[in-house]
T-cell receptor, first 110, second 116 residues
Framework: QQKVQQSPESLSVPEGGMASFNCTSS?????YFWWYRQHSGEGPKALM?????GDKKEGRFTAHLNKASLHVSLHIRDSQPSDSALYFC??????????FGTGTSLLVDP | EAAVTQSPRNKVTVTGGNVTLSCRQT?????MYWYRQDTGHGLRLIHY???????QIGDVPDGYKATRTTQEDFFLLLELASPSQTSLYFC???????????????FGPGTRLTVL
């Protein structure tokens, strides 16, 4: 059973629109959450982390964590074609070993 | 930014073949990881290491061995390759815990392995 579930599997938004990703964990031991982004032909790259309940904003990106429901989300406002990529949620129990979700493919239409 | 390199970038072998994937990081990170990426499964951890000579089993270790020879070098070994091991393999490294760098991993460019 996948410990970190992501939805949707794929997403298409117009340029300038809002993209939203969801992630739910089935393991209450997970304390640290990350969002990673992977462009085609490249390795994943860390986008942002969130460790405390509530919102965390970095530029056009906002992450939200609710530890009680084991739910974390990512929102990208003013989406750009360069945001087209695979987005992974990742969770960690002890702070270094990560469990990744299955990913969401984002396409931003120019 | 952390630099992680992998070789080869592409590899084709036959069933039963012997394959070694190499990874080097040049940022003196303590932790190194091997993942495989498959559609529908995301990234799955095969093996990881705390430092030279250390090896820890990941979530999908069957059919894989790994060895960390130095702080910089981490190898993944497939001694009897099978078609089910056809995948995209990534190496990653991360620094010692502390500050705001909890669990941030820096990935290499990947090795695409095909087992015929």
């Amino acid at each position: 059973q996948q410990k970190v579930q992501q939805s949707p599997e794929s997403l298409s938004v117009p340029e300038g629109g809002m993209a939203s990703f969801n992630c739910t964990s089935s393991d209450r031991n997970f304390q640290y959450f990350w969002w990673y982004r992977q462009h085609s032909g490249e390795g994943p790259k860390a986008l942002m982390s969130i460790f405390s309940d509530g919102d965390k904003k970095e530029g056009r990106f906002t992450a939200h964590l609710n530890k009680a429901s084991l739910h974390v989300s990512l929102h990208i406002r003013d989406s750009q074609p360069s945001d087209s990529a695979l987005y992974f949620c990742a969770a960690s129990e002890e702070g270094y070993k990560l469990t990744f979700g299955t990913g969401t493919s984002l396409l931003v239409d120019p | 930014e952390a630099a992680v390199t992998q070789s080869p970038r592409n590899k084709v072998t036959v069933t039963g073949g012997n394959v070694t994937l190499s990874c080097r990081q040049t940022n003196s990170h303590n932790y190194m990881y091997w993942y495989r990426q498959d559609t529908g499964h995301g990234l799955r951890l095969i093996h990881y290491s705390y430092g030279a000579g250390n090896l820890q089993i990941g979530d999908v270790p069957d059919g894989y061995k790994a060895t960390r020879t130095t702080q910089e070098d981490f190898f993944l070994l497939l001694e009897l390759a099978s078609p089910s091991q056809t995948s995209l393999y990534f190496c990653a490294s991360s620094p010692r815990l502390g500050g705001d760098n909890y669990a941030e991993q820096f990935f290499g460019p990947g090795t695409r392995l095909t087992v015929l």
